[in-house]
């Protein structure tokens, strides 16, 4: 079989289980459609999403969920003050071996490695323990007792903030953030959502969820969306998009310079590429256009862009800055 074929088998078995996955989730999570999406898109990109929202959403149930759903290997780090960076990566210790008598070190794994790591409130911990994770995002691998172990992939991080209690935290900086394809908020559920929730939650009910999508198929779509073409036109407008953020800009206007002291670096340029072919091929294109730019914009930017003091002042928030750019941009 030739290349070309397997490609356009793996696609039809993705896009399908993308439908499926969607169904099987629909059996616990109630709404979060988008949510849902974009964290696939960030899972098949081979990036990693920071989810922001109240407590209560189901954040840590969606993401198990979503992890056993994909037969993939689950694991939950609670970050607080004390924890140290070998809670994550994990830590070596002395054993004696009976029959010799001779002693050895032997490192024993962290919970970081996993498939999906879920990083429950990642700004309750100091930066030297938020950093052991960030590295093993960016590398891929991670560094303990001088031996470097490289992680089973996939490997997708996820990480969660409270928006509301700042008290006791010490917040991503810039740099940091920039590591995370996409940030994604979980709104509260609408009325009719939230009776559904109650009622689900309120009975007796065991929900038995089949695996759809295995890990060497997960890998093989990886490995397909780095071939996807895309048109020359559509990769400068999202090179246009995140070069219009930075306000010594050309493209800048001047409500950018204005409203923004930093804007987003070449990272949110690749991110809304990559992010555009997932999001084109689950949705059975086979190149991405301008609508899957748009549709990406906002999670890709949301955490990349530092507002001023006059945007605060004026009550502009990063949303209004993103319809403001794709007014400029686009229209």
Same mark, same amino acid.
């Given at each position: ?210 695996? %759809?999508? =295995? ?7 990886? !490995?397909? &969306? *780095?071939? #996807?073409?895309?048109?020359? $036109? ?71 862009? %530092?507002? =001023? ?7 502009? !928030?990063? &949303? *209004?800055? #993103?319809?403001?750019?794709? $007014?400029?941009?686009?229209?």
């Amino acid at each position: 079989m030739q290349e070309k074929d397997r490609d356009v088998q793996t696609a039809r078995k993705i896009q399908q289980g993308f439908k499926t996955i969607k169904e099987e989730l629909g059996k616990v999570i109630v709404g979060q459609e988008l949510i849902i999406e974009q964290l696939l898109i960030a899972l098949f990109a081979r990036g990693h999403c920071l989810l922001v929202g109240v407590p209560g959403l189901a954040k840590t149930l969606l993401i198990r969920t979503l992890g056993e759903i994909l037969d993939l290997r689950f694991s939950r780090i609670q970050f607080t003050p004390d924890l140290m960076p070998s809670d994550i990566t994990g830590t070596e210790i002395l054993e004696e071996d009976k029959s010799t008598g001779q002693k050895t070190f032997r490192f024993i794994r962290g919970p970081v490695f996993a498939n999906v790591v879920l990083a429950d409130e990642i700004n309750r911990t100091p930066p030297k323990t938020q950093s052991a994770l960030l590295e093993a995002m960016q590398e891929y691998r991670v560094t303990a007792a001088g031996r470097s172990f490289d992680l089973e992939k996939p490997f997708f991080v996820l990480a969660t903030q409270n928006p509301i209690e700042q008290e006791g935290t010490y917040p991503l900086p810039e740099a940091q953030l920039d590591r995370f394809m996409l940030s994604l908020w979980l709104d509260y559920p609408s009325f009719d959502q939230e009776v559904d929730i109650v009622k689900q939650t309120t009975i007796d009910r065991i929900d038995h969820l089949q695996p %759809v999508l =295995s890990k060497e198929d997960i890998i093989h779509f990886q !490995d397909l &969306v *780095r071939r #996807v073409p895309v048109a020359d $036109d559509i990769v400068e407008t999202a090179v246009r998009l995140v070069t219009a953020t930075r306000p010594e800009s050309e493209l800048a206007d001047q409500k950018i310079g204005e409203w923004i002291r930093w804007g987003a670096g070449p990272r949110a340029s690749q991110y809304l590429v990559l992010g555009a072919k997932v999001r084109a091929l689950l949705y059975e294109r086979f190149t991405p256009a301008v609508e899957d730019l748009q549709a990406l914009l906002l999670p890709v930017l949301r955490h990349r862009l %530092v507002t =001023s003091f006059s945007a605060e002042a004026e009550g502009v !928030d990063v &949303v *209004r800055i #993103v319809k403001h750019l794709q $007014d400029q941009i686009l229209s």
